[in-house]
């Protein structure tokens, strides 16, 4: 990769990683946004797979309880296999226009789902299960984004925050380790990608202690309407430029 290219890169992932200290978005959803915009998604992906995953599985030691949790909704993370598989097949087709729209679509309706605020409930069943744990792996594997309808889902069951926080992140790290694994069957994960993802660590790490320091003194409600705003706009634009 071209000096100016690893430059935009690490300042991606900067930004996506204020936006989770600051809102507490998801940081691969938001930096696969940006970087969608200017890199090929066979070259995002694989860029953004380091820092995430790191994020994710520290967030989930830190939440304790894996095991329980696992128990619990071992089905749920099975069902997303298929979808996962699916979805890289597709991304390892060529064409990228149907990730990018499907990431676009993806971000609006997380922007969209934040924004309105609301809740709803669902009973956890196999059935459920089965919709969202296949429809998350789908996206998954097309977009890199593990966030959708994963989240939705689990915050419609009666579960606590501790356990919702411990359920997405499991959910999270156990996809991006199957897209690990998935990546580099397809060779996309060249020794420079790896490299410039593993260095990608240092500026998502400032980039969080920054978000966290202006969460601290902003309205953080207020902010956070702000950024699922953006997050919403920047999806539509890919949905436009993919389908322009």
């Known amino acids: ?34 970087m969608a915009g200017y890199l090929d998604m066979r070259l995002a992906i694989p860029l953004v797979i380091v820092p995430s995953l790191l994020s994710n599985a520290l967030v989930m030691i830190d939440a304790g309880g894996f095991v329980r949790i696992f128990r619990r909704f071992w089905f749920l993370y099975a069902a997303t296999l298929p ?28 922007g969209l789902y934040g924004l309105w605020g609301g809740s709803f409930s669902l009973p956890y069943t196999r059935f459920t299960a089965s919709v969202a744990g296949t429809l998350t792996g789908l996206v998954n594997g097309l977009t890199g984004s593990q966030i959708m309808p994963m989240l939705p889902y689990l915050m419609s069951l009666n579960i606590t925050k501790d356990e919702l926080v411990q359920a997405i992140n499991t959910s999270f790290t156990i996809s991006s380790v199957i897209m690990l694994a998935g990546l580099g069957r397809m060779g996309l994960l060249s020794a420079e990608t790896m490299t410039v993802s593993a260095a990608g660590v ?43």
């Open 1 to 34: 990769m071209e000096p100016l290219t690893i430059a935009f890169v690490f300042a991606t992932f900067l930004f996506a990683a204020f936006l989770k200290g600051t809102a507490g978005l998801g940081f691969a959803t938001t930096c696969l946004g940006v």
């Open 83 to 110: 979808g996962l598989a699916v979805g890289l097949w597709v991304l390892g087709g060529g064409d990228t226009t149907l990730p990018r729209a499907v990431l676009g679509i993806s971000m609006v309706l997380y």
């Open 202 to 244: 240092i500026p998502v790490a400032v980039g969080i202690w920054l978000g966290g320091k202006v969460r601290r003194k902003l309205p953080e409600t207020v902010f956070r309407k702000i950024v699922l705003g953006l997050v919403a706009v920047l999806g539509a634009a890919l949905v436009v430029k993919a389908l322009g």
